[in-house]
T-cell receptor, first 116, second 114 residues
Framework: AQKITQTQPGMFVQEKEAVTLDCTYD???????LFWYKQPSSGEMIFLIY??????QNATEGRYSLNFQKARKSANLVISASQLGDSAMYFC?????????????FGSGTQLTVLP | NAGVTQTPKFQVLKTGQSMTLQCAQD?????MSWYRQDPGMGLRLIHY???????DQGEVPNGYNVSRSTTEDFPLRLLSAAPSQTSVYFC?????????????FGDGTRLSIL
């Protein structure tokens, strides 16, 4: 079974609008972290935001926020006031296990296009 | 700030050739990893290391070797290149300490096997 599922291969949003990118995950470990990365067309992977499984509040970083619904196992990324520079591929990823050496498991990504 | 440095950025090989992708980090991170990224798929873990002298396999290790003689360096070796290894390769590093540590990525190596 897929550990990270991103069901939106592509999304379009108008500049200055908000957009939500979906991510669901599957784990039986009570301790895990969820990450979002941005990959612009230049190819580098840029860390955006992190949410821990025990965090009581949704994470926020500037225009990025994470809508974390633990019971539904979803960790959607919300980008407010979209900018043209937000056009990129976005990956959701998970790291499991308290104190473990497990590395990231990635979803297949969502290509976001911001329209002027 | 160098962070994670990968060399080369681009490489073309012929089937059967061998080569080493270099990765170095200057953040004194304990953990280092290699991923490959193929079209339509997320990144998949090839090999990783939790410290000098310690390596382990990830999801897609076949055809690749790694070693970690220093904290800073984590080279990835293709033993006998195959067209199926055409991909973009990313090296990443992070602090030890569990699931809350983000990984920091290099800029990637684009590898084509003819």
């Amino acid at each position: 079974a897929q550990k990270i599922t991103q069901t939106q291969p592509g999304m379009f949003v108008q500049e200055k609008e908000a957009v939500t990118l979906d991510c669901t995950y599957d784990t039986s470990d009570p301790s895990y972290g969820l990450f979002w990365y941005k990959q612009p067309s230049s190819g580098e992977m840029i860390f955006l935001i992190y949410q821990g499984s025990y965090d009581q509040q949704n994470a926020t970083e500037g225009r990025y926020s994470l809508n974390f619904q633990k019971a539904r196992k979803s960790a959607n990324l919300v980008i407010s006031a979209s900018q043209l520079g937000d056009s990129a591929m976005y990956f959701c990823a998970m790291r499991e296990g308290l104190g473990s050496a497990r590395q990231l498991t990635f979803g297949s990504g969502t290509q976001l296009t911001v329209l002027p | 700030n160098a962070g994670v440095t990968q060399t080369p950025k681009f490489q073309v090989l012929k089937t059967g050739q061998s080569m080493t992708l270099q990765c170095a980090q200057d953040m004194n991170h304990e953990y280092m990893s290699w991923y490959r990224q193929d079209p339509g798929m997320g990144l998949r873990l090839i090999h990783y290391s939790v410290g000098a002298g310690i390596t382990d396999q990830g999801e897609v290790p076949n055809g690749y070797n790694v070693s970690r003689s220093t904290t800073e360096d984590f080279p990835l070796r293709l033993l006998s290149a195959a067209p199926s290894q055409t991909s973009v390769y990313f090296c990443a590093s992070s602090r030890a300490g569990g699931y809350n540590q983000p990984q920091h990525f290099g800029d990637g190596t684009r590898l084509s096997i003819l």
